[in-house]
């Protein structure tokens, strides 16, 4: 078993030969790009995946004793799923020998359509399997009456990472490239080569109709263009061939007033295909569902060939994770609740928490005191945030109560049917809470999840156990270094409840307008800054940053920066702001903390793919721009004569 190294915050990471106000970023972690080269089972590599590889061997110990328990019958519950689904994942022999008997059912059901009648009849059936051709189908808190689930309808249906690869002249080469993997996976799954290529082609025309109907990355940040309540009756009449009140009742959805639609044009779209369209071409396009949906969890070759194209194509990550690794990780998704409720009971103290409920009401009161003091916002719409902020939830390391799995059959001899259940188990649970009441001590993630999130209907923020521990949170520390690490990433969930999409909310989790048109003019001014500032960087070569999909996120770091800087400022004596350790002042330590947690290695092809997908911006970016924006950046790193300030011009709301 690999050694277990802890994380933490050094000043070994760092490269003092350059200066912090020309590259800010090298100098915070440039000993450490130089140390920690790109590992090969990685398309990117930072503290977030240092820390998950931490936790990962914390789980490895655990899920290693619920095997060796599981087998002899005498393990609690939690222990023996755990333990029989981890050995189902690791049974390599029975999964070789099982090749695609696993999907059979599946398979023929996908290949066995001839109307649009059927294929709508379908696409439930394999929705509840975790299979999701065509479009997305879940519950959530509904955006308008929080207190109530909704069921709602999203565009989906592409395997690409987003509707611009399908799209986009920039995408070209991987396009062909897809079209050759599509036809390895349907030749290994038994097709001659004629058809494999034919049912690739098809995929391919489906799909590209599909991402042509899809909205952006960016349109889908606009909450209430995407929240369209439809009634059942107008969802029948609206989509007739796809036949959407049927699917709901297929699914196990209760009878429900209305859903939520989230594009209804894409709907529109994908209805006129599917009644249009080729069977054949339909028949490919969910078989092909079906076998990529489950590729991960077959026989070698399959498997292979889907790291293939999704991971060394697409990412440039050059091999797979070990198997042990990749194992925890499906456990962790799909029964989250169990290893977890495992992990913290020996890696969470109450001492943890409790140095975290310090830290969250240090930022509370700091972000209070702004929201009373801010400048361009008027008292009617400060009334309103103060009530939204008072009503803020916050929940740190797990849930109360964890999730029930007795009704979860888990087969130490069925790895494949192991994840088919365990999704199924997921989706009815989802669908069955439709149209009842929200339970607001759920959580979202699990609790070994290097991660933390704010939720707009809860008006709440979430920590877990998993992000509650070095580099961003360790006891050992000093106040600077664990101020610029969780400090900023308690500031940051924070300002999400007021960022361009969290700001819509109000303190009862309702999506609804409660600012003056004056004080929307006043945010949308700032927010309009903060594009233009990230906009302007230069990722790749011709590749710009998306400031306008990535505003939320930045808005958020922004804020978590300056909201943690002052936090510490108030836990610092005036004679210790003068301090040094390391030969660092402590506001610079601060500074190169919260650098620090945004290290990263990164293939250029994962700097593409998370340029166009994703709506955070790239480590270097977050790890430098609000760092270098706060006015105390210049007084910790004074420009030398002849220098000027790293800053050029300052942006922010909050």
Same mark, same amino acid.
């Given at each position: 078993?690999?050694?277990?190294?802890?994380?933490?915050?050094?000043?070994?990471?760092?490269?003092?030969?350059?200066?912090?106000?020309?590259?800010?970023?090298?100098?915070?972690? @440039?000993?450490?790009? $130089?140390?920690?080269?790109?590992?090969?089972?990685?398309?990117?590599?930072?503290?977030?995946?240092?820390?998950?590889?931490?936790?990962? !061997?914390?789980?490895?110990?655990?899920?290693?004793?619920?095997?060796?328990?599981?087998?002899?019958?005498? #393990?609690?519950?939690?222990?023996?799923?755990?333990?029989?689904?981890?050995?189902?994942?690791?049974?390599?022999?029975?999964? &070789?020998?099982?090749?695609?008997?696993?999907?059979?059912?599946?398979?023929?059901?996908?290949?066995? +359509?001839?109307?649009?009648?059927?294929?709508?009849?379908? !696409?439930?059936?394999?929705?509840?399997?975790?299979?999701?051709?065509?479009?997305?189908?879940?519950?959530?808190?509904?955006? $308008?009456?929080?207190?109530?689930?909704?069921?709602?309808?999203?565009?989906? @249906?592409?395997?690409?990472?987003?509707?611009?690869?399908?799209?986009?002249?920039?995408?070209?080469?991987?396009? =062909?490239?897809?079209?050759?993997?599509?036809?390895?996976?349907?030749?290994?799954? %038994?097709?001659?080569?004629?058809?494999?290529?034919?049912?690739?082609?098809? +995929?391919?025309?489906?799909?590209?109709?599909?991402?042509?109907?899809?909205?952006?990355?960016?349109?889908?940040?606009?909450?209430?263009?995407?929240?369209?309540?439809?009634?059942?009756?107008?969802?029948?009449?609206?989509?007739?061939?796809?036949? *959407?009140?049927?699917?709901?009742?297929?699914?196990?959805?209760?009878?429900?007033?209305?859903?939520?639609?989230?594009?209804?044009?894409?709907?529109?779209?994908?209805?006129?295909?599917?009644?249009?369209?080729?069977?054949?071409?339909?028949?490919?396009? *969910?078989?092909?569902?079906?076998?990529?949906?489950?590729?991960?969890?077959?026989?070698?070759?399959?498997? $292979?060939?889907?790291?293939?194209?999704?991971?060394?194509?697409?990412?440039?990550?050059?091999?797979?994770?070990?198997?042990?690794?990749?194992?925890?990780?499906?456990?962790?998704?799909?029964?989250?609740?169990?290893?977890?409720?495992?992990?913290?009971?020996?890696?969470?103290?109450?001492?943890?928490?409790?140095?975290?409920?310090?830290?969250?009401?240090? *930022?509370?009161?700091?972000?209070?005191?702004? *929201?009373?003091?801010?400048?361009?916002?008027?008292?009617?719409?400060?009334?309103? #945030?103060?009530?939204?902020?008072?009503?803020?939830?916050?929940?740190? %390391?797990?849930?109360?109560?964890?999730?029930?799995?007795?009704?979860?059959?888990?087969?130490?001899?069925?790895?494949?049917?192991?994840?088919?259940?365990?999704?199924?188990? &997921?989706?009815?649970?989802?669908?069955?809470?439709?149209?009842?009441?929200?339970?607001?001590?759920?959580?979202?993630?699990?609790?070994?999840?290097?991660?933390?999130?704010?939720? &707009?209907?809860?008006?709440?923020?979430?920590?877990?156990?998993?992000?509650?521990?070095?580099?961003?949170?360790?006891?050992?520390?000093?106040?600077?270094?664990?101020?610029?690490?969780?400090?900023?990433?308690?500031?940051?969930?924070?300002?999400?409840?007021?960022?361009?999409?969290?700001?819509?909310?109000?303190?009862?989790?309702?999506? =609804?307008?409660?600012?003056?048109?004056?004080?929307?003019?006043?945010?949308?001014?700032?927010?309009?800054?903060?594009?233009?500032?990230?906009?302007?960087?230069?990722?790749?070569?011709?590749?710009?940053?998306? %400031?306008?999909?990535?505003?939320? &996120?930045?808005?958020?770091?922004?804020?978590?920066?300056?909201?943690?800087?002052?936090?510490?400022?108030?836990?610092?004596? #005036? #004679?210790?702001?003068?301090?040094?350790?390391?030969?660092?002042?402590?506001?610079?330590?601060?500074?190169?903390?919260?650098?620090?947690?945004?290290?990263?290695?990164?293939?250029?092809?994962?700097?593409?793919? =998370?340029?166009?997908?994703?709506?955070?911006? !790239?480590?270097?970016? =977050?790890?430098?721009?609000?760092?270098?924006?706060?006015?105390?950046?210049?007084?910790?790193?004074?420009?030398?004569?002849?220098?000027?300030?790293?800053?050029?011009?300052?942006?922010?709301?909050?």
């Amino acid at each position: 078993m690999a050694a277990h190294r802890i994380p933490r915050f050094s000043t070994a990471y760092m490269d003092r030969s350059v200066d912090p106000r020309a590259d800010f970023y090298r100098y915070a972690v @440039g000993g450490w790009l $130089k140390a920690n080269p790109l590992p090969k089972d990685k398309s990117r590599y930072g503290a977030f995946n240092e820390l998950d590889e931490s936790n990962l !061997l914390l789980l490895r110990s655990i899920v290693d004793r619920c095997a060796r328990a599981s087998g002899d019958g005498s #393990a609690n519950p939690v222990v023996s799923l755990v333990g029989r689904f981890y050995r189902s994942a690791m049974d390599t022999r029975k999964i &070789e020998a099982a090749q695609f008997r696993p999907i059979e059912d599946l398979w023929r059901l996908a290949e066995g +359509v001839s109307s649009p009648k059927d294929v709508a009849e379908v !696409l439930p059936q394999l929705h509840v399997q975790g299979i999701e051709p065509a479009f997305h189908s879940f519950s959530k808190a509904d955006d $308008k009456e929080s207190g109530i689930y909704a069921f709602l309808f999203e565009q989906g @249906g592409l395997s690409l990472p987003d509707r611009d690869y399908y799209i986009s002249q920039d995408f070209a080469k991987l396009r =062909r490239q897809y079209l050759v993997h599509m036809t390895k996976m349907f030749t290994l799954r %038994g097709l001659d080569g004629r058809t494999a290529g034919r049912w690739a082609a098809a +995929v391919l025309r489906i799909e590209t109709a599909l991402a042509k109907s899809s909205r952006s990355r960016t349109e889908l940040r606009e909450r209430e263009k995407n929240y369209n309540r439809m009634s059942i009756s107008e969802l029948g009449s609206a989509y007739r061939s796809l036949s *959407l009140p049927k699917f709901i009742e297929d699914a196990g959805v209760p009878a429900l007033p209305h859903v939520v639609v989230g594009q209804p044009e894409y709907f529109k779209a994908l209805d006129l295909l599917l009644a249009r369209g080729d069977m054949d071409d339909w028949r490919a396009y *969910l078989c092909w569902n079906v076998v990529h949906s489950m590729a991960p969890f077959l026989h070698s070759a399959i498997e $292979k060939e889907n790291f293939d194209f999704f991971r060394r194509k697409l990412t440039g990550q050059r091999q797979p994770e070990l198997r042990w690794k990749r194992s925890i990780r499906i456990i962790d998704a799909l029964v989250g609740e169990a290893l977890g409720k495992l992990f913290v009971e020996e890696h969470f103290p109450e001492e943890a928490r409790r140095r975290a409920d310090a830290l969250v009401e240090d *930022l509370r009161r700091v972000f209070t005191k702004r *929201l009373e003091s801010l400048p361009w916002m008027s008292d009617a719409t400060k009334r309103h #945030a103060l009530a939204k902020f008072h009503n803020f939830r916050v929940k740190i %390391g797990h849930p109360a109560t964890f999730r029930d799995y007795s009704a979860l059959k888990i087969d130490p001899g069925d790895f494949a049917g192991n994840v088919r259940r365990a999704a199924a188990f &997921e989706f009815s649970r989802l669908a069955a809470r439709a149209g009842g009441e929200v339970d607001k001590d759920e959580w979202q993630m699990s609790p070994s999840t290097v991660n933390a999130y704010f939720e &707009e209907t809860m008006n709440e923020i979430v920590f877990p156990a998993g992000i509650l521990q070095p580099p961003f949170f360790d006891y050992k520390a000093d106040d600077a270094v664990n101020y610029g690490a969780i400090g900023v990433v308690i500031g940051h969930e924070i300002t999400h409840g007021y960022d361009d999409q969290g700001r819509k909310y109000d303190d009862q989790g309702n999506m =609804r307008d409660w600012w003056t048109m004056e004080d929307k003019k006043e945010f949308d001014k700032r927010a309009k800054a903060v594009v233009k500032t990230y906009s302007a960087v230069e990722v790749l070569p011709r590749l710009h940053a998306n %400031g306008k999909l990535t505003l939320g &996120e930045n808005i958020a770091d922004l804020g978590g920066v300056s909201l943690a800087f002052e936090a510490l400022q108030g836990r610092l004596s #005036a #004679a210790s702001t003068s301090a040094k350790k390391d030969g660092l002042t402590l506001d610079q330590r601060f500074f190169l903390s919260y650098a620090q947690i945004w290290r990263e290695q990164m293939t250029e092809q994962e700097v593409r793919r =998370r340029t166009t997908i994703d709506p955070h911006s !790239l480590g270097r970016l =977050r790890g430098v721009i609000p760092a270098v924006n706060h006015p105390a950046f210049d007084r910790a790193f004074p420009p030398v004569k002849g220098h000027t300030s790293a800053r050029s011009a300052r942006v922010g709301v909050w």
